[in-house]
Nanobody
Framework: QAQLVESGGGLVQAGGSLRLSCAAS????????MGWFRQAPGKEREFAAA????????YYADSVKGRFTISRDNAKNTVYLQMNSLKPEDTAVYYC??????????????????WGQGTQVTVSS
C-alpha cells in the first residue's frame, strides 16, 4: 500500500502563486502516473493535471493550462504542482492521486487507486 500526503496549500491573493507537494510513502510510485484533482465547494471533484511515470508527458485541464505546471522527482517519490496567476475560481481542496496508467486517459479519476487526504487552496479576490 502507498500513502500520499499533500502539503503547500494555503491562502493567497489573486495573481499569486503556490507550490503543492505530494510525497508518497509505503511503496515506490515511480512507475505510476501521478495526478492532481480538485474539488471546489458544492462541486464535484475534477481533473487538474497529470504526469506520466517518466515525467515525459503532462496533461492539463483547459482551466489551468498555461498557469499550472506539474512535475515529479522519482528519486524523492514526490510530485509537485506549481500554480501561478491564481484566480478565485481555483479555490478548492486539491488531491494528489496515483495509478497504474501507461496509456489511454489520464483524466479519469477511476484509474487512480491511491489518493491523498487533500490540501486546501484559497484564493482571495
Amino acid at each position: 500500500q502507498a500513502q500520499l500526503v499533500e502539503s503547500g496549500g494555503g491562502l493567497v491573493q489573486a495573481g499569486g502563486s503556490l507550490r503543492l507537494s505530494c510525497a508518497a510513502s509505503g511503496r515506490t510510485l515511480s512507475t505510476y502516473a501521478m495526478g492532481w484533482f480538485r474539488q471546489a465547494p458544492g462541486k464535484e471533484r475534477e481533473f487538474a493535471a497529470a504526469i506520466s511515470w517518466s515525467g515525459g508527458n503532462t496533461y492539463y485541464a483547459d482551466s489551468v493550462k498555461g498557469r499550472f505546471t506539474i512535475s515529479r522527482d522519482n528519486a524523492k517519490n514526490t510530485v509537485y504542482l506549481q500554480m501561478n496567476s491564481l484566480k478565485p475560481e481555483d479555490t478548492a481542496v486539491y488531491y494528489c492521486a496515483s495509478g497504474p496508467i501507461w496509456s489511454g486517459s489520464y483524466y479519469d479519476e477511476g484509474r487512480y487507486n491511491y489518493w491523498g487526504q487533500g490540501t486546501q487552496v484559497t484564493v482571495s479576490s
